[in-house]
């Protein structure tokens, strides 16, 4: 796969109204900066912060969010969107550079911790190459089926998903974003709990594989709670159960798989890394920066539109939980097969 062209831009209110409305067209409130949780003087030179995906989806808008929330402590952050190889390309470009503090990238749960298992061949090592900052956002999945679908077998919850199953061996089937995404391995993680089988549909993509599911082509699909709001909504998608040990203030009558399957629970995640050599002194300023914004009421606000949950952690605490996400989707990655040459 080559790699394709960085996009810079220098982030502007104006370019934070065009990438939301490209997600979810819901920020229409004030976007007021979130108070910083210092004052102090602006750095002299510009930072970039790298998007290892395309401009307009929730990872880079939150990334938007958070150079604006930083500009008072740590002066203009550009954002470069550099997407290509699943997220390596532009997270490969965050662990070779200067150990200066002056670029810091989005860490994600696809990069950081599926990726190394999927992958044959990695342009940079996970647990080593980066310097964690603070964990970002937390997403809540959501195992939603097409809501004609699910009237037709009259399925409500996640117990009766399981016995039509069971009673109908091979006859579900499931879409995702395609081999090694979350949405396979969360499914594959809950045909192994459940007990039953259904047939993986892989799809270029996790819009492709939404659109499967909304023309009834596939029976249900595990996507990020982000993405599926709109159509639950709509009524044109059921929310089954959610992915979090507990239920989620985003879709407080929907159950979470562990009421039913013990302990389970996989989420979508992103935070933010810089190069390894980093001093620790940097990433310390850097972690109170971007934790001071994670925490303004103002964010959470705006996190909230997009059914995210602001994360603020230590480096230490990020560094600890990446580790143990890249340890259970070893596992998971390892059971299906999945490898990407």
Do not use: C
């Not at 989005?106 to 603070?134: G, Q």
């Not at 562990?258 to 979508?268: E, N, R, S, V």
């Amino acid at each position: 796969m080559h790699p394709q062209p960085a996009t810079r831009q220098i982030f502007s209110l104006a370019s934070l109204v065009t990438a939301s409305a490209l997600v979810l067209g819901a920020f229409t409130a004030t976007l007021a900066a979130p108070a910083a949780a210092q004052t102090a003087a602006p750095a002299s030179k510009v930072m970039r912060l790298i998007v290892p995906y395309a401009p307009g989806g929730p990872i880079d808008v939150t990334a938007r969010l958070m150079a604006e929330g930083v500009k008072d402590t740590l002066g203009t952050v550009i954002i470069e969107n550099r997407p290509g190889a699943g997220g390596n390309i532009g997270v490969d470009a965050v662990a070779k550079a200067a150990p200066d503090g002056l670029t810091v990238g989005i860490a994600a749960v696809a990069t950081h911790a599926i990726n190394p298992w999927l992958f044959s061949k990695m342009p940079y090592n996970a647990a080593t190459d980066f310097a964690p900052i603070t964990q970002m956002v937390r997403v809540p999945n959501v195992l939603v089926m097409n809501a004609d679908t699910a009237r037709r077998l009259n399925i409500n919850t996640l117990a009766d998903l399981i016995s039509y199953a069971k009673a109908n061996p091979a006859k579900l089937n499931y879409a995702s974003g395609g081999n090694g995404s979350a949405g396979h391995l969360a499914g594959e993680m809950f045909k192994a709990r459940a007990g039953i089988f259904a047939l993986h549909i892989p799809y270029n993509g996790g819009n492709p594989a939404q659109l499967a599911l909304l023309s009834g082509q596939v029976d249900f699909n595990f996507d990020n709670l982000a993405t599926a709001a709109p159509n639950i909504r709509s009524g044109k998608l059921k929310a089954i159960a959610v992915t979090t040990l507990t239920r989620t203030g985003a879709l407080p009558d929907t159950p979470p798989m562990a009421d039913t399957l013990k302990g389970f629970a996989i989420d979508t995640w992103w935070g933010l890394v810089a190069p390894a050599a980093t001093p620790r002194d940097v990433v310390a300023r850097l972690n109170q920066a971007f934790v001071g914004a994670l925490n303004a009421p103002e964010t959470k606000t705006r996190f909230a539109t997009l059914l995210a949950e602001p994360v603020p952690t230590t480096p230490d605490e990020f560094g600890a939980f990446m580790k143990g996400e890249r340890a259970k989707y070893e596992k998971l990655v390892k059971a299906t097969g999945a490898r990407v040459d």
